[in-house]
C-alpha cells in the first residue's frame, strides 16, 4: 500500500455542527486529500453512522474513508478503513470483522508497541506524538523526531506520525522517515489553502 503524504483527519469535536464536518471534508478532497479519517470520541453510534454515511456519500470516490476506533461502523457507512488505539479492539479482532481488504491501521506509542503492532496484519502503523498536542486530553509523552527515527528502523510498514505537526515542522517528520503526516489542527483554518500548503511543503 501507499500511503498519502497528507493524512487529514476530521476530528468531529473541533467542529460547530455536522456541516462544518462535510465542508471541510469537501474542501479538503478539492485540495487534492486522498485519505481522511473521521474521529469522533465523544459522539453516540446514530450519529456517528449519519455523519458517516453522509461522508461517504459526500466524498466517496475521492478520497479514501478511515473510521476511527470504530469496526463496526466502518463496514455500515462503506468506509475504507479503521484506524485502532492501544486501549481499542486488537487489530486481529478488527481485521476478524472487517476483513483483508480494508485498511487497519494501529496506533503507537513507544518501541515495544510498535513491534508488538508490526507483528499484526495492519497495513500501516502510526506513532506519535511527535510533538506537543492539545488534540487529546490525555496525550502519552511526546516521542520527537528520533521517535520517528526508531520506529523507522523498527518496521518496513508504512510509518505515518501524528500528534502535533504542523506546517511549519512537517518536512522535518519525513525527513526522521515518516510516509505520512496525520495533521488535525493545522487544517482547521482555510481547509483547502492549509491542505494545498502542506502538499507543497511534503513533495
Avoid at 485519505?35 to 470516490?61: C, T
Avoid at 508490526?118 to 510533538?131: E, H, K, N, Q, R
Avoid at 510509518?159 to 512537517?170: D, E, P, S, T, Y
Wanted: one cysteine or more; glycine letters at 8%; aromatic letters at 4%.
Amino acid at each position: 500500500m501507499k500511503l498519502s503524504r497528507l493524512y487529514a483527519i476530521l476530528d468531529a469535536s473541533l467542529m460547530p455542527n455536522p456541516d462544518a464536518l462535510y465542508a471541510t471534508a469537501q474542501e479538503l478532497v478539492n485540495a487534492g486529500c486522498t485519505l481522511l479519517q473521521y474521529r469522533n470520541k465523544s459522539g453516540n453510534a446514530r450519529a456517528m453512522l449519519e455523519h458517516a454515511r453522509e461522508l461517504k456519500k459526500l466524498i466517496g470516490g475521492s478520497s479514501r474513508l478511515v473510521m476511527n476506533d470504530r469496526a463496526d461502523l466502518c463496514l455500515a457507512a462503506g468506509f475504507d478503513g479503521v484506524h485502532v488505539g492501544q486501549d481499542d479492539l486488537s487489530p486481529e479482532s478488527v481485521r476478524a470483522i472487517i476483513g483483508p481488504d480494508r485498511w487497519l491501521g494501529v496506533s503507537t506509542h513507544n518501541p515495544e508497541q510498535l513491534r508488538e503492532a508490526d507483528l499484526t496484519s495492519a497495513d500501516y502503523l502510526a506513532i506519535g506524538p511527535v510533538f506537543v498536542t492539545s488534540s487529546k486530553q490525555n496525550p502519552d509523552p511526546v516521542v520527537g523526531l528520533e521517535g520517528v527515527r526508531r520506529a523507522r528502523a523498527l518496521t518496513r510498514k508504512p510509518l505515518v506520525a501524528i500528534g502535533g505537526i504542523r506546517r511549519a515542522n512537517a518536512a522535518s517528520v519525513l525527513e526522521a522517515g515518516a510516509d505520512s503526516v496525520a495533521v488535525i489542527s493545522d487544517l482547521l483554518r482555510d481547509p483547502r489553502k492549509s491542505a494545498e500548503e502542506f502538499f507543497r511543503i511534503l513533495r
